[in-house]
């Protein structure tokens, strides 16, 4: 079946207005398939970092969300060990109105602003909450170490 | 979303006008004493006037917006007009794309928040969400939406302001709606089969987008193919997907909508077909289909002729061998013989209400199979044979083989041991009301007194006595 208009236009918007910070490529043989990298914030402990995801359309995009999750290693809250990733957004309060930029530029401010108190990596969170600057600190190391550009 | 495109396209005029203070002077006065008879704006429509309307609040809203360049002014004027038209035009473009599809509106649709959509759009959202895309508002109950009409007054904007596009967007939309109707909708749902109704239950959203577009475009049917459980069945080759390849295409004969968007729908079985290819669409799959159709009567008069000739004697063991000596005619006749023994020992497959249901057996060799598969418990394997073959005799054969092991099974002897079973607490109940009742006391005279100490007791023990009774001897008759 054809590709959505929807998608093609969105992919188009990607590569001729890329945000600052992220880039999204779709696979050659499926373009619904997205390589993703996000530049981690300033001013937070992923500065420096680029992280690289994967993010997939469903079928029935966009009446659901699409499907994201981090492949480098990322010392947060909000991510898991296996890079799935805690937000709202990609969960119950996604809308058709929202796309793939709107969505990356939220991951991006998740990274800036972590928020422990809905956790997804609970041993992280934990951390977070009694120990903020031992926390921050293993999160650059960890940024340094796995998401080196 | 109509008052602020308007607005936002008068708003975009004004600075044009800056760079000509002149005529704006001039207008400005002719306008202010123009203002009060709004009827004028149609003899001496110009953008800059009807600005200046709708910033005094005297552009009524029933008025057309004027997008013409009127006669009667200077040349220099005109084209002034013209190029702030221009504008307008380029600068509202943008806003007129449905959020959803990112397309140009189609049939707009205003919400009671103020956002507009597609109409397509807007109804496939309310089948997951019951809140605004835009502004997470919540919308109007799903049978409103489904209902409401395209905003009149935002379909005239858009077919003046924008011929062009409102014409692409039909043409692509009718396109699409022409690639729909080639590849057919596939629910994976069940086996059925060829003039045999199907009633269903449709609540999940994927399948209520893939009903309201069948309705919609009034083919009223979807192809029904079974899941596949286990390894690909050998008479679909190579066909590797998550459900089987031959499935019957269904006709909706009734629909009832419920108002939060699920329905009951009715069906009966048209055809069968081949999947040749599929894909997934909005969540469900469409495929392109072949029709299949049964192999002609000669060739089925040979293959009993040969049949016959081959396999003279009759086996012992129940297989599809055992049974080519019988004609085609006699295998339907004893189907039917079968079917009739069954419900006069009121056996559940075939009670009453279920052929009320599924209508009685069918006279038509090539459909009697088709009733006995939906309406017996075989396995799903089984009825997947049925479904495929396209020879009568074939068919008639592999149920023939079903009724037959049920017979020598001597499954009606079983049968009746279930429906015993199914009496024993009724039985039960029975036995020990009589025995509270009438030993309650342990001499008559003293029984007596208890009986007509309690009358209450009495009843109740009566009442039960009758419901108990009147299981035992109805009980078996309706169960399934």
């Known amino acids: 079946m054809a590709l959505p208009k929807r998608i093609i236009k969105e992919t188009e918007r990607l590569v001729a207005e890329p945000v600052p910070g992220i880039q999204a490529i779709p696979h050659d043989d499926n373009l619904r398939y997205f390589d993703v990298s996000i530049h981690g914030p300033a001013q937070s402990p992923y500065e420096g970092g680029v992280f690289k995801l994967e993010l997939f359309l469903p079928e029935d995009y966009p009446m659901t969300p699409p499907k994201i999750r981090f492949l480098t290693k990322i010392y947060h809250p909000n991510i898991d060990r296996l890079g799935r990733i805690c937000l709202d957004v990609l969960k119950a309060n996604w809308s058709p109105a929202l796309q793939i930029r709107t969505i990356l530029l939220s991951i991006q401010a998740l990274l800036g602003a972590p928020n422990p108190d809905d956790p997804l990596a609970n041993d992280v969170a934990q951390r977070w909450k009694e120990d903020e600057p031992g926390a921050i600190a293993t999160a650059r190391e960890w940024t340094q170490t796995h998401a080196a550009p | ?480």
């Open chain 2, 1 to 480: 979303m109509v008052d602020a495109v308007l607005s936002a396209s008068v708003s975009a005029a004004p600075d044009r006008h800056k760079h000509s203070p002149l005529e704006v002077d001039g207008r400005r006065k002719e306008l202010d004493t123009a203002s009060p008879a709004v009827s004028s704006l149609e003899s001496s429509a110009s953008l800059s006037k009807a600005y200046n309307l709708a910033q005094q609040g005297l552009l009524p809203f029933d008025n057309d917006f004027p997008s013409q360049v009127d006669g009667r002014l200077s040349d220099e004027m005109k084209l002034l007009e013209e190029r702030i038209m221009a504008k307008i035009i380029l600068r509202i473009r943008p806003e007129l794309d449905c959020q959803v599809c990112y397309s140009f509106l189609r049939l707009p649709i205003t919400t009671s928040c103020g956002h507009t959509f597609c109409q397509v759009c807007l109804k496939q959202v309310r089948d997951h969400s019951n809140l605004c895309p835009f502004c997470r508002r919540l919308l109007s109950p799903y049978q409103a939406v489904v209902e409401e009409k395209a905003n009149r007054r935002m379909r005239t904007l858009l077919s003046n302001l924008f011929p062009d596009d409102v014409a692409a967007r039909d043409d692509q939309a009718t396109e699409d709606a022409q690639n729909e109707s080639n590849h057919v909708p596939i629910f994976a749902c069940a086996i059925t089969f060829p003039r045999v109704p199907m009633f269903l239950h449709i609540f999940e959203p994927r399948y209520r987008l893939m009903l309201q577009k069948v309705i919609s475009n009034g083919s009223r049917s979807f192809g029904m193919v079974s899941h596949r459980r286990g390894p690909v069945p050998s008479v679909d080759g190579d066909f590797d997907a998550p459900f089987t390849r031959y499935g019957t295409m269904l006709y909706v004969t009734n629909l009832q909508m419920f108002p939060d968007g699920r329905s009951l729908v009715e069906t009966i079985g048209a055809y069968r077909f081949k999947i040749m290819s599929y894909a997934w669409q909005d969540g469900y799959p469409v495929a392109l289909v072949e029709r299949i159709e049964d192999i002609a009567y000669a060739d089925e008069e040979n293959m009993e002729m040969m049949e016959r000739m081959l396999d003279a004697t009759p086996g012992n063991a129940i297989t599809l061998a055992s049974l080519s000596h019988l004609p085609t005619q006699e295998l339907h006749r004893q189907g039917l013989e079968f079917v009739n023994s069954m419900r006069d020992s009121s056996t559940g497959w075939f009670a009453d209400r279920i052929l009320n249901t599924y209508g009685q057996p069918p006279q038509d060799p090539a459909v009697f199979p088709f009733w006995v598969a939906t309406l017996l418990p075989v396995h799903e394997r089984e009825k997947y044979l049925v479904l495929v073959s396209t020879s009568v005799r074939e068919r008639l054969k592999l149920v023939t083989v079903w009724m037959r092991s049920m017979q020598q099974r001597s499954w009606r002897f079983q049968w009746f041991l279930y429906r015993l079973l199914g009496r024993l607490p009724a039985i039960g109940i029975f036995l020990v009301t009589i025995y509270i009742l009438f030993t309650n006391g342990k001499d008559a005279a003293e029984r007596q007194a208890v009986v007509a100490d309690d009358l209450s007791v009495y009843f109740i023990g009566t009442i039960i006595a009758i419901i108990a009774t009147a299981t035992v001897f109805s009980r078996a008759r309706y169960r399934t």
